[in-house]
C-alpha cells in the first residue's frame, strides 16, 4: 500500500526568502508520480509541481522547485522567494503508474511573514 | 473554459437526510473522481468514474454512499441517512482521456462542504 507522510504540520518564513516542504512516501513500486498540492483559503485544490519518478532530473515551475530523492523516498518542495500569496495548505501526493487515483500526505501549513 | 464545477458550495444536512453533490467536471474531460477530506487532514481518495461506469470505488464506505456519472449531465455523489461523522469537504477533480498510464494530476473543484446537525 501506498503511503505518503508530511512530518511538518506547519511551516513560516519570512518574505522574499526560501522555505522547504518535507515530505518522504512509502511504495514498492518503481514507477509511480508526486505531486504537491496548494490548497489557499478559497479551498481549490491547486497543482503546484509533478515529477516522473523514472526521470532523475528534479522538476522545477517558476519557484517551485523539488528535491527528488528516489533511494530515500523523499520528495520536498522548495519554494524561492517567498510571497504573501503563497500562504495555503501545501499537500504532497502519489500514484502509481497505471492507476489515477492520488494519495495524499497531512498537510502543512505555510505562512508568510510580512 | 470554466474550471470544475461543484454545488451547492455548503450544504447542510440533519442527520438522517440524504446529501446530494453534484459535480460538473471541465469541458472535455470524461473521467471524474471524488474525494473527502476531513478537518486538518488530506484528501482521502473515494471513486474513480468515466461515463456510465464506475472504474474504482474501493474508497467508498461500504454502506449510504454511492456515485454516478450519467452519460448526460453531472456527476453525482449521494449519500444516503447521513450521520454527523459525514460533515466534511467533498471534492471532485476531472481529467481528460489519457495516455494509458501515465498521470499528470488532475483539475480540482472548490469542493461542497457538508455540515450534519
Known amino acids: 500500500a501506498q503511503t505518503v507522510t508530511q512530518s511538518q504540520p506547519e511551516m513560516s518564513v519570512q518574505e522574499a526568502e526560501t522555505v522547504t516542504l518535507s515530505c518522504t512516501y512509502d511504495?514498492?513500486?518503481?514507477?509511480?508520480?508526486l505531486f504537491w498540492y496548494k490548497q489557499p483559503p478559497s479551498r481549490q485544490m491547486i497543482l503546484v509541481i509533478r515529477?516522473?519518478?523514472?526521470?532523475?532530473q528534479n522538476a522545477t515551475e517558476n519557484r517551485f522547485s523539488v528535491n527528488f530523492q528516489k533511494a530515500a523516498k523523499s520528495f520536498s518542495l522548495k519554494i524561492s522567494d517567498s510571497q504573501l500569496g503563497d500562504a495555503a495548505m501545501y499537500f504532497c501526493a502519489s500514484s502509481l503508474q497505471g492507476a489515477q487515483k492520488l494519495v495524499f500526505g497531512q498537510g502543512t501549513r505555510l505562512t508568510i511573514n510580512p | 473554459n470554466a474550471g470544475v464545477m461543484q454545488n451547492p458550495r455548503h450544504l447542510v444536512r440533519r442527520r438522517g437526510q440524504e446529501a446530494r453533490l453534484r459535480c460538473s467536471p471541465m469541458k472535455g474531460h470524461s473521467h471524474v473522481y471524488w474525494y473527502r477530506q476531513l478537518p486538518e487532514e488530506g484528501l482521502k481518495f473515494m471513486v474513480y468514474?468515466?461515463?456510465?461506469?464506475?472504474?474504482?470505488e474501493s474508497g467508498m464506505p461500504k454502506e449510504r454512499f454511492s456515485a454516478e456519472f450519467p452519460k448526460e449531465g453531472p456527476s453525482i455523489l449521494r449519500i444516503q441517512q447521513v450521520v454527523r461523522g459525514d460533515s466534511a469537504a467533498y471534492f471532485c477533480a476531472s481529467s481528460p482521456n489519457r495516455i494509458s498510464g501515465v498521470n499528470y494530476g488532475y483539475t480540482f473543484g472548490s469542493g461542497t462542504r457538508l455540515t450534519v446537525v
Open positions: 468514474l468515466q461515463k456510465e461506469n464506475i472504474i474504482d
Open positions: 515529477q516522473e519518478a523514472y526521470k532523475q
Open positions: 511504495t514498492s513500486e518503481s514507477d509511480y508520480y
